[in-house]
């Protein structure tokens, strides 16, 4: 089994299970490698993102690898579990990013499609006020706290392909548009998300099934609130199930079954301000 060390971001690591590695180790005689960074990083998702700054205020070389152009704008998070409140804390901005936010959270609320209350509890308590930001401005404030650091890099238009076990460092091979390019790093980090190439390329697994159906998230430029929407409404209908709640504007999310509609079709443009 090839030595070079291969962490999982927290997300994905309870999932993963890694058994024996399909990488065959390099030859000995490149264990010499040179490194361009000391922790290369796959995805510049939150979890690659706010790993990349907890190392690069400790020192420590980094370099996030992101194939997309640009962070995910796409519709995703926008509240955090008390968990994640508390790395954003460690990571010194989970202030700014209730300041970016939308506020505090009031109820969250179970209602019919004809808007009748269900059920309805008041946020949990604990140690920390929550966080209601859109993922992809959270994002944008990493990226800012990042700036500061040399040592740090994120890097897009690199899509990571392939690794290469040098046994004390590990290579990272990525399709860029100016063709393909190696990073050579001690560590690597895979916070590639749910479809992760890291985890496929170190053959670990990741057990369980995919619902048949698809959640379909859309921002919404509407006086929600006027109309008597409160923080986050689950609305609980067989055929029209809805989560509607604020992100940078409104999110709504609702389920489709998988066979309506193309993975592909689905819009994810950034909406008008
Ligand atoms: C509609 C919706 C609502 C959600 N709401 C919430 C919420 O309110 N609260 C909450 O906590 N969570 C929520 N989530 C879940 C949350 O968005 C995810 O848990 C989170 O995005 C996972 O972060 P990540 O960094 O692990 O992966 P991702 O955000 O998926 O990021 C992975 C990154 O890796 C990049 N990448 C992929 N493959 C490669 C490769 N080969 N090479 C280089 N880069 C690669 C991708 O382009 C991407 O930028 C929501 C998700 C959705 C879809």
Redesign the pocket.
């Known amino acids: 089994m090839g030595k070079f060390k291969v962490m999982h ?1 927290p ?2 690591a309870v999932l993963a299970h890694r058994p024996a590695s399909p990488i065959p180790a390099e030859p000995a005689s490149k264990m010499t490698q040179t490194t361009d960074t000391d922790v290369l990083i ?7 993102l706010v790993t990349a700054l907890m190392i690069a205020k400790q020192g420590i070389r980094v370099t996030v ?4 152009h640009e ?2 704008q796409s ?7 008390v968990a ?1 409140v508390e790395v954003l804390e460690s990571a010194g901005i989970a202030q700014e990013c209730r300041d970016t936010g939308l506020g505090d959270a009031d109820y969250i609320r179970w209602i019919t499609v004809d808007g009748k209350v269900i059920a309805k509890i008041p946020r949990p308590q604990a140690r920390y006020d929550p966080v209601i930001c859109g ?1 992809h401005l959270v994002a944008a404030i990493i990226l800012k706290h990042l700036e500061p650091y040399p040592h740090a890099k994120v890097i897009f238009n ?4 392939n690794l290469k076990d040098h046994g004390d460092s590990v290579t990272a091979v ?1 399709d860029t548009p100016d063709g393909q390019k190696e990073f050579t790093g001690k560590y690597l980090v895979g ?7 890291v985890r496929k390329l170190i053959g670990c697994t990741f057990e369980g099934f995919t619902y048949d159906k698809m ?1 379909v ?1 859309t921002n919404v430029h509407y006086p929600f609130q006027e109309h008597g929407f409160s923080f986050a409404q689950f609305i609980v209908h067989p055929e029209h199930f809805a989560l509607v709640t604020p992100s940078s504007v409104w ?1 709504t ?1 609702r389920l489709q079954k998988s066979t309506d509609m193309a993975y592909g079709a689905v819009h994810t443009e950034k909406t008008p301000p």
């Open positions: 971001a997300q994905q796959v995805g510049a998702g939150p979890v690659g690898l992101e194939a997309s962070v995910i519709p995703r998070a926008m509240a955090y579990g994640a993922q690199h899509k990571l392909v990525c916070a590639d998300g749910a479809r992760s190439t959640v998230a999110l999310c």
